[in-house]
């Protein structure tokens, strides 16, 4: 239980990050993002959440 209470919550953060995103780049130089843990957490999250389980 305490697993998948983890999961939903990872989920969430990762909606939020995907969603918050656009609009920080939009006014910063995306390239600080490249090679970075947020930019994989952002686009292979629910495969890093996963693997954490």
């Given at each position: 239980?305490?697993?998948?209470?983890?999961?939903?919550?990872g989920?969430?953060?990762?909606?939020?990050i995907?969603?918050?995103?656009?609009?920080?780049?939009?006014?910063?130089?995306?390239?600080?993002?490249?090679?970075?843990?947020?930019m994989?957490?952002l686009?292979?999250?629910?495969?890093?959440?996963?693997?954490?389980m």
């Amino acid at each position: 239980m305490i697993n998948k209470i983890w999961a939903q919550a990872g989920m969430k953060a990762l909606a939020e990050i995907a969603d918050i995103y656009p609009r920080m780049t939009s006014i910063h130089d995306s390239s600080l993002f490249d090679a970075s843990f947020a930019m994989d957490f952002l686009n292979y999250g629910d495969k890093i959440i996963y693997c954490a389980m």
